[in-house]
Structure formats: C-alpha cells, structure tokens
C-alpha cells in the first residue's frame, strides 16, 4: 500500500501531524528494536493466528514517521498505481485522502490468487519505495547528477523496511477496498490507520490465544505453514540473517 504526499505525488507522510483522529501508541520504537528479526517470525504469527500483513513501502523519513503516527489520510494524495503520465493527474485526484496497502493472502494476478500474486505483493512494496526515495533525491540537469539521483533512490528504497499493517481476516472487510489501480494486489482505505497496527509491537497488542485456537481449528494447512515459516524466521534471525532474509 502507499500513501502520502511530498515533493512527489507517489509519496507517504513524515515529520510530526495532528493525530487526533488515530489512535497512537508511544512504544512505536519498539518496532525499531525488531528490525533484525526475520520477516519469516512476524508473517508465520500472522499465519498462525488468522492475520493478514498489510504492505506499504516508503522511504527512511517517512517510514519513522509512520511508525511514530501511523498512516494518516491528510498525509494521502498518492497512490499504489496509475503510472501513465496520461493518467497521473486523474490518478493524483481519485487518490486524495486514502491510503494504500499492498494485499496478503486475498492477492491476485489475472484474476487468479496463487504465486503470482505472492511474489507481486513482495516486491511492489520496494518498487514504491524507490520512487520515495527517488523524491528525497535534487534532481540537476547533468547526466551524472541524474545517474546519482538513480543509484541514490535504489539505495534508500531497498535499504527501507517495508511498513506492515497486522488486522485479522475478519477486520478488512469493509475497512479495506479494491485499489482500481493495482489490478488484485493492493487495498486503499478511507480511514487513518492506527501506529498500534504495525510490526510485532502491534501484533502483540491485538493478538489473543483465541486467534491461534481459532486459525488452527478452522484452517490447519496455513497455521502449520505459519509454525514452520515462524522456526525457519527464528533460525534465520539467530543467525544474523534476519535483516536482510
């Protein structure tokens, strides 16, 4: 999912805003304390316990200022598609005071969910990334002032965390909707999200031992890929893979 609004209009919040209407926790540090665990430990809890994992992919700035205070509408007026220079202005409009998300498990490509769509949700969020960080970059007129703005925007865009968002199953729907411009892979939402839904530190707010109890009785097959995702993370993490695995 992105959102947001910098000097590009494929961008998400920084700095410090009016939080009134979201709510926000303190401990968001927290989540910079988990940065060398694994993704593979938080997604296969996710999988255990019948979570879905949001992806939003921005740049360092934003990324803390996400973190601080969540992903907030006033900030919005980016999209998660829509790259046609002929449609940016349209897309530009129709994205104003939402924010976006790349999909979990609900993921599709060419009407069909499977690895496709896996692989898409993954990646999307770095290429959205880049073009953050690409915005972060002065631009000047000679050709290598333009290869550095280049090799600088990858650079901040990998080197970025991706944002996740953690909601149940049951908690998307109708909080989250289709985003026309992405085509199966990604969500927008008319509501601010809260910084207490990010990362195992939002994880370990919501989830109770009636989501594993539940996730295990009525989808078996995911929770155990999610045990078995969870030690392959934990093992990874131990090793100081974590990181970047």
């Given at each position: 999912?992105?959102?947001?609004?910098?000097?590009?209009?494929?961008?998400?919040?920084?700095?410090?805003?009016?939080?009134?209407?979201v709510s926000k926790v303190s401990d968001w540090w927290l989540n910079l304390l988990a940065?060398?665990?694994?993704?593979?430990?938080?997604?296969?809890?996710?999988?255990?316990?019948?979570?879905?994992?949001?992806?939003h992919g921005t740049s360092w700035?934003?990324?803390?200022?996400?973190?601080?205070?969540?992903?907030?509408?006033?900030?919005?007026?980016?999209?998660?598609?829509?790259?046609?220079?002929?449609?940016e202005a349209r897309t530009y409009q129709r994205s104003k005071n939402r924010f976006f998300a790349f999909k979990d498990t609900e993921a599709y490509v060419d009407g069909k969910k499977g690895f496709q769509g896996a692989v898409a949700v993954r990646v999307a969020p770095k290429m959205h990334a880049v073009l953050s960080g690409s915005a972060l970059v002065k631009e000047n007129s000679t050709l290598l002032d333009k290869?550095?703005?280049?090799?600088?925007?990858?650079?901040?865009?990998?080197?970025?965390?991706?944002?996740?968002?953690?909601?149940r199953t049951s908690e998307l729907h109708p909080r989250f909707k289709e985003d026309p411009d992405y085509r199966g892979i990604a969500y927008y939402t008319?509501?601010?999200?809260?910084?207490?839904?990010?990362?195992?530190?939002g994880f370990g707010k919501h989830v109770t031992a009636k989501d594993f109890a539940r996730q295990f009785k009525h989808d078996p097959l995911r929770a155990?890929?999610?045990l078995l995702q969870l030690i392959w993370g934990i093992f990874l993490t131990t090793i100081g893979l974590g990181t970047i695995l």
């Amino acid at each position: 999912v992105t959102g947001g609004n910098s000097s590009s209009p494929l961008e998400q919040q920084s700095g410090s805003h009016d939080c009134s209407k979201v709510s926000k926790v303190s401990d968001w540090w927290l989540n910079l304390l988990a940065l060398p665990v694994s993704n593979h430990v938080e997604e296969g809890l996710a999988k255990m316990s019948g979570f879905e994992v949001l992806r939003h992919g921005t740049s360092w700035p934003n990324y803390i200022g996400i973190l601080k205070n969540g992903g907030l509408l006033e900030k919005g007026g980016s999209t998660s598609g829509g790259f046609s220079l002929s449609e940016e202005a349209r897309t530009y409009q129709r994205s104003k005071n939402r924010f976006f998300a790349f999909k979990d498990t609900e993921a599709y490509v060419d009407g069909k969910k499977g690895f496709q769509g896996a692989v898409a949700v993954r990646v999307a969020p770095k290429m959205h990334a880049v073009l953050s960080g690409s915005a972060l970059v002065k631009e000047n007129s000679t050709l290598l002032d333009k290869i550095k703005k280049v090799f600088s925007a990858i650079f901040l865009g990998f080197t970025t965390p991706t944002i996740r968002f953690l909601y149940r199953t049951s908690e998307l729907h109708p909080r989250f909707k289709e985003d026309p411009d992405y085509r199966g892979i990604a969500y927008y939402t008319e509501e601010s999200l809260p910084n207490d839904r990010i990362g195992l530190a939002g994880f370990g707010k919501h989830v109770t031992a009636k989501d594993f109890a539940r996730q295990f009785k009525h989808d078996p097959l995911r929770a155990t890929q999610g045990l078995l995702q969870l030690i392959w993370g934990i093992f990874l993490t131990t090793i100081g893979l974590g990181t970047i695995l």
